[in-house]
DNA sequence: AAAGTAAATGAATCAGTAA
DNA sequence: GTTACTGATTCATTTACTT
């Protein structure tokens, strides 16, 4: 782990190394503006500036440093390059011309999701890495994901055999039944990946701006490297690369032109903070708990469905005096008191005159006080209505059945 | 709805149309390769020829065409170029020359799963639409999305503020409770879009190469068209842009150098086949369909929903003198009349004595006879009486101003 | 007019705290 | 220990306004 202060274009000749095993380069996108970011006690501001007097000033500056890169590869190394949809096609013309047409890999599309104001306009969520090798023999380690769900994965573990029109197809033996053909490990990684952006409360963040998430990095480098190779990030900004390298036992250089990012990222070395994405771990099914058939109920009125609460499964989009109305629905084997006191308890704070409690049941209370405050309307579902309905009719037909007799 | 066999370098000046409200462009990827597939019967083979000389063969080829194009635009209208990872950033500059990098508004990703046995490399899984307005003054229809599950949608509708070093903060009020700030109505679409790749069994197949699903190019048209705007496809092949122009109410041309494209564009244009996405919208759209809601809205009542009828939609398990009574749920833009004579005369030959009608929205009847037979019991659904209480609520707190003042 | 600066915005996520 | 719920934070934003 070493980090070196400088332009990489003068800092890489002077290492004189030429076995890098991956280059991950993170340039300024040509954003036209000034980045800054301070540290949350804003006791150190980080800056850099990402303004260019022309497009082709900015070709030359990255042209320049590519070729640098370039010449530090291992004949097996492997390149990824990371910008965003203002100047991902100048250099994707210097990549193919520096390493050649053929040895581009594949264009890797990082996939997030983000919070802005945009309205006029689709809402920017992606940023674009170019993965390209040295020579054809490269590095590369086979990531295998998950089948999705809708996959036959019966059928796919099934020998196949080519019938008389030379057309595919699943095999049988002579008893007819079906013959598996060894095992599958998985679907390949596919080049869209779909990772969050780092949170802008997560502990990971250091207050550099732009700043990656280590995972981001972690795949990157298990793809093309073994324990124990050498990564370069010319562009080293708060260290990311290097955090990601030494969690996964790889050597790493990096490299910035800024004083303060280079002892930041010299600090991250020294007490790694990497945060464990819950959304990664468990996905997002975890945080469905509002039943949607239940939400089905409030069809034909605006809504809007809250997820992450036990008290409120929705807001109208209507207000009462400006304030949202929360919407409950009785979850199964909930009396309605217990329901509209565990609406009103979350309800509370929000200043919520009015509630309304969607009733699907007739369940007996175990509850203290089982009266129900006036600021919640219980609004009937359909089936309870017919339920009761039933129960009459069927007390109608009984008394009419002994008037008769 | 005209189609126009030629190229569209001759064919568009001769047209002479200045007011295209959307070109589509779905050229030749540069992929080098000859395409040909065949329809499942195989009588006719589909084929286009994707070999270029060299890059700049391919780029000049491009620009001559996305002049006349540009030409064809009218000022409020916008250019999606669809190309994949060979050749977008030829298409990036050329668009950028042609169109201005001012308008320039989105890189859109179109994700898709695709099975694949590649090994040493990641699963190509995207291909990439350029987004182009002619000016400032663009048509935009913004297209809203739910929110993520993750998100806190309690506290994105309160209002804020700022503290007293000017940090934006949320609001709250002198009694210390939070101050709701009218209402949200969800995110708008980010430019990564997942939609299934077409099919390989799928009907609205043709056989034609490299066809788009019309899903793809229905949420183009309607996020940059109105209905009755004109679509312009010049590389339209199997003629998807024709079909879903034509199932949003647009018009459209399309030009292709292919006779074999040409005819298949009339052929599909009778008679579209528009696999399940295109019903699935329109669902969404109508608030899903009556069986859904039926039996969303049923819950906590035994039933047995009924489909292939007009009339009925389930039959509760419960019996009225013997008879099974059949359930209807109103229609969207049925009246309740029309709805309970639908539901009637459907059951009429079913014996039943009592039937059961939820209503889901109040419509003013076209109806000659707008009564309710006293068979009918109509049960209203959580969605209407929230409607019906939200106007009565809005009726009180105007009247307490009234009495105020 | 273009460009540059200041102000407003927005939703996704994890860190805390409370239960 | 867990498991809720609340709140803070951003900003390779976007928009409005001033030079």
Same mark, same amino acid.
């Given at each position: 782990?070493?980090?070196?202060?400088?332009?990489?274009?003068?800092?890489?000749?002077?290492?004189?190394?030429?076995?890098?095993?991956?280059?991950?380069?993170?340039?300024?996108?040509?954003?036209?503006?000034?980045?800054? !970011?301070?540290?949350?006690?804003?006791?150190?501001? *980080? &800056?850099?500036? /990402?303004?260019? =007097?022309?497009?082709?000033?900015?070709? #030359?500056?990255?042209?320049?440093?590519?070729?640098?890169?370039?010449?530090?590869?291992?004949?097996?190394?492997?390149?990824?390059?990371?910008?965003?949809?203002?100047?991902?096609?100048?250099?994707?013309?210097?990549?193919?011309?520096?390493?050649?047409?053929?040895?581009?890999?594949?264009?890797?599309?990082?996939?997030?999701?983000?919070?802005?104001?945009?309205?006029?306009?689709? !809402?920017?969520?992606?940023?674009?890495?170019?993965? *390209? &090798?040295?020579? /054809?023999?490269? =590095?590369?380690?086979?990531?295998?994901? #998950?089948?999705?769900?809708?996959?036959?994965?019966?059928?796919?573990?099934?020998?196949?055999?080519?019938?008389?029109?030379?057309?595919?197809?699943?095999?049988?033996?002579?008893?007819?039944?079906?013959?598996?053909?060894?095992?599958?490990?998985?679907?390949?990684?596919?080049?869209?990946?779909?990772?969050?952006?780092?949170?802008?409360?997560?502990?990971?963040?250091?207050?550099?701006?732009?700043?990656?998430?280590?995972?981001?990095?972690?795949?990157?480098?298990?793809?093309?490297?073994?324990?124990?190779?050498?990564?370069?990030?010319?562009?080293?900004?708060?260290?990311?690369?290097?955090?990601?390298?030494?969690?996964?036992?790889?050597?790493?250089?990096?490299?910035?032109?800024?004083?303060?990012?280079?002892?930041?990222?010299?600090?991250?070395?020294?007490?790694?903070?990497?945060?464990?994405?819950?959304?990664?771990?468990?996905?997002?099914?975890?945080?469905?708990?509002?039943?949607?058939?239940?939400?089905?109920?409030?069809?034909?009125?605006?809504?809007?469905?809250?997820?992450?609460?036990?008290?409120?499964?929705?807001?109208?989009?209507?207000?009462?005096?400006?304030?949202?109305?929360?919407?409950?629905?009785?979850?199964?084997?909930?009396?309605?008191?217990?329901?509209?006191?565990?609406?009103?308890?979350?309800?509370?704070?929000?200043?919520?005159?009015?509630?309304?409690?969607?009733?699907?049941?007739?369940?007996?209370?175990?509850?203290?006080?089982?009266?129900?405050?006036?600021?919640?309307?219980?609004?009937?579902?359909?089936?309870?209505?017919?339920?009761?309905?039933?129960?009459?009719?069927?007390?109608?037909?009984?008394?009419?059945?002994?008037?008769?007799?």
């Amino acid at each position: 782990m070493k980090v070196h202060f400088g332009d990489c274009l003068n800092v890489l000749p002077s290492l004189r190394i030429g076995s890098i095993d991956l280059t991950y380069v993170d340039p300024p996108f040509c954003t036209q503006r000034q980045h800054r !970011l301070s540290t949350r006690d804003r006791t150190i501001e *980080y &800056s850099f500036d /990402d303004r260019w =007097k022309s497009l082709s000033e900015y070709g #030359d500056f990255l042209s320049e440093r590519l070729r640098v890169i370039h010449l530090a590869l291992a004949p097996t190394g492997s390149l990824f390059f990371h910008c965003d949809k203002t100047a991902s096609h100048i250099a994707k013309f210097l990549l193919d011309e520096i390493f050649g047409t053929a040895n581009f890999r594949a264009e890797i599309i990082w996939h997030y999701k983000r919070w802005s104001n945009s309205a006029r306009n689709l !809402l920017p969520a992606h940023q674009t890495i170019f993965f *390209y &090798s040295k020579t /054809d023999n490269y =590095k590369f380690n086979t990531v295998l994901t #998950d089948y999705s769900p809708t996959t036959n994965v019966d059928q796919i573990l099934q020998r196949r055999t080519r019938d008389q029109s030379n057309k595919s197809v699943y095999d049988r033996d002579d008893n007819g039944n079906v013959v598996y053909n060894g095992t599958k490990k998985g679907v390949p990684l596919s080049d869209v990946w779909d990772i969050p952006f780092l949170n802008p409360k997560a502990k990971e963040r250091t207050g550099y701006p732009t700043q990656k998430p280590v995972f981001l990095l972690q795949r990157i480098i298990e793809l093309v490297t073994d324990p124990g190779d050498l990564v370069l990030d010319p562009f080293c900004g708060s260290g990311t690369t290097l955090v990601a390298a030494q969690s996964l036992m790889r050597e790493a250089i990096g490299i910035d032109t800024s004083k303060e990012a280079v002892a930041l990222t010299k600090k991250r070395l020294k007490q790694p903070v990497i945060t464990e994405s819950f959304l990664l771990k468990k996905g997002l099914k975890a945080y469905r708990n509002a039943d949607e058939t239940a939400l089905s109920l409030l069809n034909g009125v605006p809504y809007v469905p809250v997820h992450r609460n036990n008290g409120v499964d929705a807001f109208l989009k209507s207000t009462y005096k400006g304030v949202p109305i929360p919407v409950r629905v009785q979850k199964h084997g909930e009396s309605l008191s217990e329901a509209a006191a565990a609406l009103r308890k979350a309800a509370s704070s929000k200043n919520a005159h009015r509630m309304i409690l969607i009733a699907i049941d007739d369940i007996p209370t175990l509850f203290p006080d089982p009266t129900i405050p006036d600021s919640v309307v219980v609004v009937n579902a359909p089936g309870l209505s017919i339920k009761r309905l039933l129960a009459q009719m069927e007390l109608e037909d009984q008394s009419g059945c002994h008037a008769e007799t």
